[in-house]
């Protein structure tokens, strides 16, 4: 899992389109804390401390630490709505996370031994169909990457879910087929060579066969008889 984020955050006293223009207008961003069994808590955060854990790329799959008035609660982002035109946060959810919560999380698949895959040595191409697996996860287990081996595949070699390791404390959330996740395919341009080098041969075998059986090949035949 990724280190836990932290986050400071302030109370928002007042609520409306209104409070949260001014709180943008001075750099804040609205935010809500809400789940547990608890009452929502309506916050802001500092916009610059925000966009700088958007940027590390797993913001999204990170435990963050908000801390309201030196009391810390932990959570998990759920929705960060931006500005259509600026692509500036304006909102952002967060779930409360009780202890010993499972959760729904998409954690990103990262192949390794490339170089020991058959299929991909010859040429072949590792055609990616989930980038990211759908996983019910322990709060505190959340895995940052799922690994995933491609030594000894072939060309038209799949890998599936159930061939997966999962990490303790997570499990597919997709149960009802054993969906794929990559195969290894022939590039397309290999396709495109061999079929041209099938037409060729056709063409040519066509063409010996008109030569053999031509005209000239029975003037010649004529020529011989004379002569003798």
Same mark, same amino acid.
């Given at each position: ?37 608890? /009452?929502?808590?309506? #916050?802001?955060? @500092?916009?610059?401390?925000? *966009?700088?854990? %958007?940027?590390? !790329? ?79 996860? /322990?709060?505190?287990? #959340?895995?940052? @990457?799922?690994?995933?081996? *491609?030594?000894? %595949?072939?060309? !038209? ?72």
């Amino acid at each position: 899992m990724s280190d836990a984020l932290t986050l400071p955050a302030e109370m928002r006293e007042r609520a409306g389109k209104g409070a949260s223009r001014a709180l943008r207008r001075d750099g804040r961003v609205p935010a809500v804390i809400y789940g547990g069994k608890e /009452e929502p808590t309506t #916050i802001h955060v @500092e916009e610059k401390e925000l *966009v700088k854990l %958007l940027m590390t !790329g797993h913001f999204m799959n990170s435990i963050v630490e908000v801390t309201v008035d030196g009391k810390k609660t932990r959570t998990l982002p759920k929705d960060v709505a931006l500005h259509p035109v600026t692509d500036r946060p304006v909102h952002v959810d967060f779930l409360r996370l009780a202890k010993g919560a499972k959760i729904d999380v998409n954690v990103p698949v990262v192949f390794t031994n490339e170089e020991e895959s058959p299929g991909l040595k010859k040429g072949g191409v590792l055609n990616v169909v989930r980038h990211e697996l759908e996983l019910i996860c /322990e709060a505190d287990k #959340i895995p940052g @990457e799922i690994e995933i081996d *491609v030594t000894g %595949l072939e060309v !038209g070699d799949s890998v599936h879910i159930s061939a997966v390791t999962l990490p303790e404390g997570s499990e597919s959330a997709i149960t009802d087929r054993d969906f794929t996740i990559a195969t290894v395919v022939a590039p397309s341009a290999l396709k495109r060579s061999g079929d041209e080098e099938g037409e060729e041969e056709e063409v040519d075998a066509g063409g010996v066969a008109a030569t053999e059986q031509g005209p000239d090949a029975d003037a010649e035949e004529e020529q011989e008889e004379k002569s003798e």
